[in-house]
């Protein structure tokens, strides 16, 4: 009985009309995302890697392509005046609720992409990012000063945080290519790809896929046995040191003397 | 031109590496220091974090002192029995030193305290080797050589009062054998709490307190060192994971010519020269650690970890 009042054609077309209001995502344009690679090995001459993401919108959207790690709390050290004189780390500050990595890239000034709004609301940006972070000392209160920034700061040396607008190309199609310098400082792991189309400051279109980097061949072997069999791995680095010291010691063994 | 580094998670030129351990090295073949207090911050500077920077150091002394101490010993340089007391002392002091960083690490204070025995005790030794040379160097050769004899180090009063009066033959000196043992621990406990092998701070030990023959000085600070940093290198492996072997490869490969290089310029320069030349170093580190501690860093955030 149930089942047939719910198949009639008034019922059926009212809950099309409730998931279309509901639903966002079905007001959107359709956007694909592609990343190459999709796999970034580290190997022995690992200095980073160009990387491409490239897909399709609509036309006359703007792309902006953010690329981030899942958000963990990091914690780091923080210096500070000790005695009024020395500047000294003074403990540790823990940043919650923030990716390690942020890298972000737009068509167009980012501000002229996106409302503060819809920035907030998919973390577009380093002032959404702010408003999330919450940022608290490991023992006693936290102290003064503006550590979001000092944050910032630390994350762009590191080349692992960015904000580059305009280097996103988007065609008269609607097709839209980045290519970048993937940061080999970017620790191994999976990093999301997003990529949100918008239009008079509104999302259009969302669209995602991942990049995973990993370590492989020699390096992977080397991280493995230091993180596994850490007594082999600390011998094995006394005798090859001590090898290649007495090895070389006998090919000098002229040329040594007394001061 | 580029390898990446599996436990420092970063990607070095590996052309600047070899050349850091070949500047390194060659300090220590000349002056007979492990040179962990010059090559941390160089590898910290290129982007080494501070933990794997120290402990990698200290697997690329193990290659540098090895490879210089094998020539020493090949001429005769090496005095083992002193050696082996300051070994003994060096690792009681050096456990002591690891005990009272972990205490202030608890309380916050560790940091001040590293960073002011840094400054003291560099700026010490600096100064005193500084000035001492240079008077050294007015006076006439014989008198400079003069002080290294024998017959000098048997004058030194308290150390002929204490028991276990020992000769050592090959420094050509007699004192009691908790001297070596006493200051090695002193060494340990500094070297420990300043994250070095101790190098820099035994060999003004030997030349000075222990009134040692430069050329022995030298060789027999290599052999305390190298079994310190074998120490230090698989406590490092084994507790922290922190040293990157791949790194140390590359600065062993500098390192291990820099010392023979540096051990064979050692000859051709007289020891007042040499104590000049390193007294120049200290200081000049020394002066680099003020600014660092008084002027404010270009950023206020750091990994955890390191000095």
Known sequence: MSRCKLLNPFSLLLALAVLIAASPAQSQAAVSCQTTPALIPITLGYHGLPVEIKGESAPGDDVVVKISTAPADAHLKYKGKAGGIFWMKLGTLIFKNIPSTYLLSTSAPIDKVLTADERDQNSIGFDALHKVVKIEAEHGDLPAGDWFTEFLNFKKHEQIYAVTEGNVQVDAKGGYRLTLDWPYQAQPGKYKVEVITARNGRVTGKADSSVTVEMTGIVEKISNLATHNRAIYGILAIVVALAVGFAVGNIFKKGGGAH | ?307
């Open chain 2, 1 to 307: 031109m580029y390898m990446y580094l599996p436990i420092a998670l970063t990607s070095v030129n590996y052309l600047l590496v070899i050349a850091l351990g070949l500047s390194v090295g060659l300090l220590s073949g000349l002056f007979g220091v492990g040179g962990g207090f010059l090559m941390t911050p160089l590898l910290m500077m290129i982007g080494i974090p501070p933990t794997i920077a120290a402990a990698t150091d200290a697997n690329q002394i193990v290659a540098a002192s090895a490879s210089g101490m094998f020539s020493h010993w090949r001429l005769g340089n090496v005095d083992y029995k002193m050696g082996i007391y300051l070994l003994l002392g060096g690792f009681l002091g050096g456990a002591a030193g690891v005990q009272a960083i972990k205490l202030l690490s608890a309380t916050g204070g560790a940091d001040f305290l590293i960073k002011m025995t840094y400054v003291v005790m560099l700026g010490l030794v600096g100064s005193f080797m500084f000035v001492e040379s240079l008077v050294a160097l007015k006076k006439n050769k014989g008198a400079a050589k003069k002080q290294t004899t024998a017959s000098d180090a048997k004058k030194g009063g308290l150390f002929s009062m204490l028991p276990m009066q020992t000769h050592f033959d090959k420094s050509g000196v007699t004192f009691s054998a908790l001297v070596p043992f006493v200051l090695g621990g002193f060494v340990g406990v500094l070297a420990a709490i300043m994250g070095v092998g101790g190098g820099f701070l035994m060999v003004p030990v030997m030349i000075y307190m222990l009134r040692m023959p430069m050329h022995v000085v030298v060789g027999t600070s290599l052999f305390q060192i190298l079994f310190t940093c074998i120490e230090v290198t698989f406590l490092q492996a084994y507790y922290n994971r922190t040293v990157d072997f791949l790194l140390a490869i590359l600065l062993l490969l500098g390192s291990v010519f820099g010392a023979q290089i540096g051990t064979m310029l050692g000859k051709k320069l007289h020891g007042d020269q040499l104590k000049i030349l390193l007294s120049i170093i200290v200081l000049a580190v020394t002066v680099k650690m003020v600014l660092d501690i008084v002027l404010q860093p270009a950023n206020l955030l750091s990994y955890a970890g390191g000095h």
